[in-house]
Structure formats: C-alpha cells, structure tokens
C-alpha cells in the first residue's frame, strides 16, 4: 500500500522550532517531488515548501522563507520540514505530498487561490502543529 506519514507535530510557544518528518512506504520518493501544504481552521490548503528529489531544487512560500528549511534523507526515503521561530499563524494541520512533477507540485503550492489539491498523486493523513502562548 502506498502511503506517506507524516511525524513530528505538536504544541511550540511562539519563537519555538519543529521538526516535521514524511515518511514515504510502498514507494520510493527518488522519482517524486516532496511538499508540506497546511491547513488553517476555516482557510483552504496552502502550499508551504516543495523540494524536488532529482535536483534538490526548493520552493518556499514568502511568509516561512528565512524560517523554515526543507530537506530530504534519500537513505531513509525521508523529507523533512524544519520550522524555526515558529508563529501563532503557522498553526494548522500540515501535509505531505507527493507528486512526480516538481514543477506541477511547486505551481500549485504557489497557487493563491483555488489550488488544484485533486492533482496530486498522493497526499499523507496530516500531523497538527499548534503554536500558542
């Protein structure tokens, strides 16, 4: 069965840091770009980072550039999000993704709105990151 499952979220005070971890089981993610979407309470889906497997090539949205850093453990079949000076509107449930185009998965995490979320080729069950005083 293929799947992706996510590890690492939990309860940070602002400034605080995680670790967010996909792991990926019944494939290999060698031939897959890798991305971190989140959910807010009441909002759509949002594109966070995208790292592509083949080249190391990274996509990150404006508001976590300079805070967060996507990487990838070809060993382990693992991709990480490491998230630093995390804050209150950083909280969400956060996704995994897969998709065999880095390019397609990088256009829709840049979507603003409406993102073509179906798209995907496969999707993890989310971890929930809450970022509270």
């Known amino acids: 069965q293929l799947q992706l499952v996510e590890s690492g979220g939990g309860l940070v005070q602002p400034g605080g840091s995680l670790r967010l971890s996909c792991a990926a089981s019944?494939?290999?993610?060698?031939?897959?770009?890798i991305g971190w979407f989140r959910q807010a309470p009441g909002k759509e889906r949002e594109g966070v980072s995208v790292i592509s497997r083949t080249t190391g090539d990274t996509y990150y949205t404006e508001s976590v550039k300079g805070r967060f850093i996507i990487s990838k453990d070809d060993t382990n079949n693992t991709v990480y999000l490491q998230m630093n000076n995390l804050k209150p509107e950083d909280t969400g449930v956060y996704y995994c993704?897969?998709?065999?185009?880095?390019?397609?998965?990088?256009?829709?995490?840049?979507?603003?709105?409406?993102?073509?979320?179906?798209?995907?080729?496969?999707w993890g069950q989310g971890t929930q990151v809450t970022v509270t005083v």
């Open positions: 993704a897969a998709d065999r185009s880095f390019f397609a998965l990088r256009t829709i995490a840049d979507m603003k709105f409406a993102p073509d979320l179906a798209s995907v080729d496969y």
């Open positions: 019944g494939f290999t993610m060698d031939y897959y770009a």
